[in-house]
Each structure stands twice: as structure tokens, then as C-alpha cells.
T-cell receptor
Framework: SQTIHQWPATLVQPVGSPLSLECTVE??????LYWYRQAAGRGLQLLFY??????ISSEVPQNLSASRPQDRQFILSSKKLLLSDSGFYLC???????????FGNGTRLTVT | QKEVEQDPGPLSVPEGAIVSLNCTYS??????FMWYRQYSRKGPELLMY????GNKEDGRFTAQVDKSSKYISLFIRDSQPSDSATYLC????????????FGKGTLLTVNP
């Protein structure tokens, strides 16, 4: 069976510090990978998605970037965090085609 | 007009009640539909996935899709306090479109 791991679960970082959130998927190959941010009352906001190694599509221009160094690894990064980067970050995967998304348990990021 | 409309609630029902959760959509290109359950501080969990119009049942849950009316529903029979969560609808248009469109979620509380 497939599993998705996302860490850390919670993170408190000062403004201006770097960020690296990691996500890995097990039990499947060549998944589509996604990063979402969820803010209270605002729903799920798609940040990045990837259909293959090194292929990243950005949905919202902002202070974040994503990378996919390996088939089942997806990383969300920032060089300098802003207060507005606080939120609940979710990684997700799906098989290519018309299939549902499967989410990790998220990282709650607080920028202070 | 938003692509997907979902009543945010909150919805409060007594234990054992039948719950009806709904989403409407405007994009006729949507072909497949999902319902997710999200507990507080957790990632969304896939409940139901359906491709065609009609009903799909899984235990106490029934997903209903009416493509002609652009309307989907999730019914929960014999609701339990453990069903208390936010429910998100999602839909996709298939083909080379890698993105899903989510409703903002309905907060459900089942009171014992």
C-alpha cells in the first residue's frame, strides 16, 4: 500500500529564517506531487505541483519554492520566511490520470 | 461565479441523524468527484471517489452526483460523534489538467 510522510508536524521559525519541509511517498512510482497551504476559512490553496523529477509548476508567485530531487520526494523551501508564510502546509500525491489526491498529515508553520 | 460552492456551515446534528452535505459547481468539464474528511490539525482523508452520475455507497456514506444539475452530495447515515470534522468536496476535469478544485469545506458537529 502507498503511504505519504510529511515532516515536521509543527514548526516555529523566526521571520527571515530559511525553511525546508520534506515529503516522501512510498509504495508507488512516478506520482504527481503537490504542495497546498490551508488557511482558516480560505480553503486549500495550491502552491506547487510536479509531474516528474525536476518538473515544478508554480501556481502562486510568492516567497516559496519547491523541488523534486527524487521521484518520490518533494521539498518546499524558502530562503527568508515572512510572517504571512504562517499556515498549515499539506503535501499530497496522486497517480497520473483521473485519480484522487492523498494527503499527508500536514505541517503547521508559525512564523514569529 | 465561483467554480465550486460549498456551504461552510457550521452544521450541528444529534447523534444518529442523517447528514446531507452539498456542493454545486459551474464548470461542466468536471468529470470526477471526491469527498474528503478532515479532522482538526490533520490532513484531509479521502472518503469517496466517483466518476459517474448516480449514487455510490460505502458503509454509512453515500456519494451522489448529478452532472446535469452540477450538484454533488454526501450523505452520512446514523451519524456518530466521530464524524465531527470538516468535509471537503473536490472535483477534477481530467485530461492533462493536473489540478483539482476544492470546496472550502463544511464543518460538521455530531452531538452525543
Amino acid at each position: 500500500s502507498q503511504t505519504i510522510h510529511q515532516w515536521p508536524a509543527t514548526l516555529v521559525q523566526p521571520v527571515g529564517s530559511p525553511l525546508s519541509l520534506e515529503c516522501t511517498v512510498e509504495g508507488t512510482s512516478n506520482p504527481n506531487l503537490y504542495w497546498y497551504r490551508q488557511a482558516a476559512g480560505r480553503g486549500l490553496q495550491l502552491l506547487f505541483y510536479s509531474v516528474g523529477i525536476g518538473q515544478i509548476s508554480s501556481e502562486v508567485p510568492q516567497n516559496l519554492s519547491a523541488s523534486r530531487p527524487q521521484d518520490r520526494q518533494f521539498i518546499l523551501s524558502s530562503k527568508k520566511l515572512l510572517l504571512s508564510d504562517s499556515g498549515f502546509y499539506l503535501c499530497a500525491w496522486r497517480r497520473p490520470g483521473e485519480s484522487p489526491l492523498h494527503f499527508g498529515n500536514g505541517t503547521r508553520l508559525t512564523v514569529t | 461565479q465561483k467554480e465550486v460552492e460549498q456551504d461552510p456551515g457550521p452544521l450541528s446534528v444529534p447523534e444518529g441523524a442523517i447528514v446531507s452535505l452539498n456542493c454545486t459547481y459551474s464548470n461542466s468539464a468536471f468529470q470526477y468527484f471526491m469527498w474528503y474528511r478532515q479532522y482538526s490539525r490533520k490532513g484531509p482523508e479521502l472518503l469517496m471517489y466517483t466518476y459517474s452520475s448516480g449514487n455510490k455507497e460505502d458503509g454509512r456514506f453515500t456519494a451522489q452526483v448529478d452532472k446535469s444539475s452540477k450538484y454533488i452530495s454526501l450523505f452520512i447515515r446514523d451519524s456518530q460523534p466521530s464524524d465531527s470534522a470538516t468535509y471537503l468536496c473536490a472535483m477534477g476535469s481530467g485530461g492533462s489538467n493536473y489540478k483539482l478544485t476544492f470546496g472550502k469545506g463544511t464543518l460538521l458537529t455530531v452531538n452525543p
